[in-house]
């Protein structure tokens, strides 16, 4: 992770939930420079500001909800407004039930209108009611070093451990929990993974993994006791073959995916079983320009195809409206 904070000095990442899933087309391309809808302000802990922004999502009403890992908090913001709304934790950095610590990755639990949140810093998965008025969140799991979550169309929950280096579903309010990917101890190998961040789970549960310290993106199948390569895999650097500590992560209906290279500072897209990527966004260089990034994390679309992106330095949100 990139951050400073001792405890992790891995990877931040992000995920989306099953619900809001677009239809993009195979030759859809996006607009070069982004729009900021969220943030731009610098660091601090305004309603206009977003600092170090990562897990994202675009609900039904095309309202942002943002994880900022240095306010501690989950923030919403509505389209085209020019403050968000704290909808989780902003009250400082801490443990009670009020509040999170380094928040990574957030998703929308729909039947229960509430959020999932992973809340790192104090290693447990929280829901927090969207109902105006709430003030505290519940515990749903503990001792876990989760990064990114999921949830499939039949409520189940997938978490990545970065220190177990492996994913597991689970039924809310149960304590089975189902290994899904890795688990197999850190490496290489096809049935390990290497610090796990952003995951993404389709119709058929399928679990894909941005298996961030081996520079790739595996896809484990329902069921399966090994992951298949799907994007990167060829060690670092920014070939388009390449990936360098890949984040958020999304896939469309058409298997496509799009993850954040985060080193490389862009947004690739994979076509189902292509060997190779294209660059949809930034991959020019660090800064923040409207078509750069300094240090991306999370990823998500709307329901129209439009791509956000959480440029973490940058203390923004960017999104790239598809053409
Ligand atoms: C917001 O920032 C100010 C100034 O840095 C600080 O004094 C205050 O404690 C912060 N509030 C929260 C809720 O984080
Ligand atoms: C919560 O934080 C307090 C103060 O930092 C600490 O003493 C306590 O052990 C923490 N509780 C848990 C359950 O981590
Ligand atoms: C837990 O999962 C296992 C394997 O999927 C299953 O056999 C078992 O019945 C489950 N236990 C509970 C309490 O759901
Ligand atoms: C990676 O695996 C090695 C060998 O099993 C182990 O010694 C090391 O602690 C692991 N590193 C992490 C970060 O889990
Ligand atoms: C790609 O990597 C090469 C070799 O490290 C470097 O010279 C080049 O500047 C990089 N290109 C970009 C766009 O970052």
């Given at each position: 992770m990139i951050f400073v904070c001792a405890v992790i000095f891995f990877a931040l990442i992000t995920t989306a939930t099953a619900s809001v899933v677009p239809n993009i087309p195979a030759d859809a391309r996006w607009k070069q420079y982004g729009v900021t809808v969220a943030g731009g302000h610098g660091e601090g802990n305004a309603t206009n500001q977003v600092w170090l922004p990562n897990g994202l999502f675009v609900d039904d009403d095309q309202t942002i909800v943002i994880g900022e890992w240095e306010n501690h908090r989950i923030i919403q913001w509505k389209m085209g407004d020019t403050n968000g709304e704290v909808v989780a934790g902003g009250h400082d950095k801490g443990n009670r039930s009020d509040q999170l610590q380094y928040p990574t990755d957030v998703l929308d639990n729909k039947e229960s209108d509430s959020l999932i949140i992973c809340d790192l810093g104090n290693q447990r998965v929280v829901q927090w009611s969207r109902r105006s008025g709430t003030t505290q969140g519940k515990i749903l799991i503990d001792n876990i070093d989760c990064y990114g979550l999921a949830m499939d169309d039949q409520r189940y929950l997938y978490i990545s451990d970065y220190t177990k280096h492996e994913v597991r579903r689970y039924q809310i309010g149960d304590k089975n929990r189902t290994l899904v990917a890795g688990g197999h101890g850190n490496g290489t190998d096809l049935n390990q993974l290497y610090a796990p961040g952003y995951i993404f789970v389709d119709r058929q549960q399928t679990v894909y993994v941005s298996d961030y310290r081996n520079h790739r993106v595996m896809k484990w199948n329902k069921g399966a006791k090994k992951g298949i390569v799907v994007a990167g895999g060829q060690g670092a650097g920014n070939a388009t073959t390449q990936l360098s500590l890949p984040q958020g992560l999304f896939v469309d209906t058409l298997g496509t995916i799009y993850v954040a290279d985060k080193a490389n500072n862009r947004v690739m897209r994979w076509p189902k079983g292509a060997k190779q990527g294209t660059v949809i966004?930034?991959?020019?260089?660090?800064?923040?320009?409207?078509?750069?990034?300094n240090n991306l994390e999370g990823l998500s679309f709307d329901r129209h195809g439009n791509l956000y992106v959480a440029d973490v330095r940058n203390n923004r949100v960017q999104r790239f409206s598809i053409e």
């Open positions: 966004a930034g991959g020019n260089g660090q800064g923040a320009g409207a078509n750069q990034f």
